[in-house]
């Protein structure tokens, strides 16, 4: 970071804390991530006022030491050695400077700021637009780690059942809507929840509660779990994913019980969402499965999707398997939507192929690409742009040429023959 920008990164925060100070209508999510780590203490919900801006704290947040000799030749920040603090004297001046040394971009993404400066009729700038961008404090890890901790304390039985699931924060979720490429009905699908959790009470009210238990179909690289993902990320909830092999005990009788822990988790860091993968595994046919302590953990699942709602309880339950052919009816019919992932077709292999090399130098015919790699999952177009590039980067090229996909699209084809061999035979 060059002197300039550090300048300008510490001013931002001196005058998000005098205009945080002066606005109490203001609060924790119309900070910056980088404020809230500054101001607040983990995991509080709210900012005590005043806040104060230190030496110390923008070392730690900022990495920028001695910050106020950094901007100690600026007559509209003073600094009290002790506590060492600094702080604006005078905000009108302070703001005027910040813009004219090319400031507005900061502005554009702090909310705090965009409420002061969308007075200023010459920004331009819209405070609800830079607000409704800025990450919500509920999507952070600190916030879920927080509530997490709150629940163990009041439950004791919740400890174990963290033991059992992966729960990621919505800012944590790297996989986007917008690096998807999803078919028709799963966007349809999508839509419809979006629409349940905007009418969630309105859904109660008439008792409609049997919306938002998918179960996503299909084999493997087609993109199940990076969708569960990526409306975590959407949809401003916290996932919670679990392999139910993973909860099945080497002491069977328990599996029920860490069945029905998982599920109380969910409901109590609701708004959430409870991705099962794997989820035939227990869900298998009891037909071909007499052992008692495994028909229980069936009945167990069963009984807790029966009692879990979107609409009551905010919770959005998604099953994922490759081997639908291994669940019994009863499994079907507790899902209301079930949705394919099929291998993607030529247009969305271009599609998928497109957004995978967007940021890279790649000069192949994307629609012969397309055509060539018929029976190819998401997954494995990945796969294959990753050789191409290791291999155009070992020939000491960036960009990939065509010779480079040959090896991609060879080492996907190895892989799938060595994965059908048998070597029982």
């Given at each position: 970071m060059s002197g300039d920008s550090e300048i300008l990164s510490i001013m931002e925060v001196l005058l998000t804390a005098d205009i945080f100070n002066q606005n109490p209508e203001l609060n924790i999510n119309d900070l910056t991530p980088a404020c809230r780590e500054i101001f607040s203490s983990a995991g509080a919900k709210d900012v005590k006022r005043p806040v104060y801006v230190s030496d110390g704290l923008i070392k730690r947040s900022l990495d920028i030491a001695d910050a106020h000799q950094k901007v100690s030749a600026n007559p509209f920040v003073s600094y009290e050695d002790f506590?060492?603090?600094?702080?604006?004297?005078?905000?009108?001046?302070?703001?005027?400077?910040?813009?004219?040394?090319?400031?507005?971009?900061?502005?554009?993404?702090?909310?705090?700021?965009?409420?002061?400066?969308?007075?200023?009729d010459s920004t331009g700038i819209s405070y609800q637009a830079v607000r409704k961008a800025n990450p919500p404090y509920e999507d952070t890890k600190a916030f879920i780690d927080a509530k997490i901790a709150k629940l163990v304390a009041e439950d004791e039985k919740l400890r174990g059942a963290l033991d059992l699931v992966i729960i990621c924060a919505p800012d944590e979720v790297e996989q986007q809507m917008e690096d998807m490429i999803c078919s028709v009905e799963q966007k349809a699908v999508i839509d419809k929840i979006h629409h349940a959790l905007h009418h969630r009470d309105f859904l109660q009210r008439h008792r409609i509660y049997e919306v938002g238990k998918l179960l996503f179909v299909g084999p493997p690289g087609t993109g199940k779990t990076s969708l569960a993902l990526a409306m975590s990320h959407s949809m401003h909830m916290p996932i919670l994913e679990v392999r139910l092999s993973m909860i099945t005990s080497q002491y069977l009788g328990e599996t029920s019980k860490n069945i029905d822990k998982i599920f109380d988790l969910a409901k109590k860091l609701s708004p959430s969402i409870l991705f099962i993968d794997e989820f035939d595994f227990v869900a298998k046919s009891r037909v071909t499965d007499d052992h008692g302590a495994m028909k229980r953990a069936v009945n167990a699942l069963l009984k807790n999707i029966d009692k879990i709602s979107l609409i009551k309880n905010g919770v959005l339950l998604i099953g994922a398997t490759n081997h639908p052919q291994l669940l019994d009816q009863a499994a079907w019919r507790r899902f209301d939507e079930v949705v394919e992932f099929s291998l993607p077709v030529e247009e969305m292999r271009k599609e998928i192929i497109k957004l995978v090399t967007s940021s890279m130098d790649c000069s192949c015919d994307m629609q012969e690409l397309a055509a060539q790699t018929e029976g190819f999952s998401g997954a494995d177009l990945r796969l294959m742009?990753?050789?191409?590039?290791?291999?155009?980067?070992?020939?000491?090229?960036?960009?990939?040429?065509?010779?480079?996909?040959?090896?991609?699209?060879?080492m996907v084809k190895n892989r799938e023959a060595i994965c059908r061999l048998n070597w029982l035979e």
């Open positions: 506590g060492q603090r600094m702080k604006i004297t005078t905000l009108k001046p302070a703001a005027d400077w910040f813009l004219s040394q090319g400031g507005k971009a900061q502005v554009q993404k702090n909310p705090t700021l965009a409420f002061y400066f969308e007075k200023l742009i990753k050789e191409a590039l290791l291999s155009a980067l070992i020939d000491k090229r960036e960009a990939i040429e065509a010779k480079d996909i040959e090896k991609g699209i060879r």
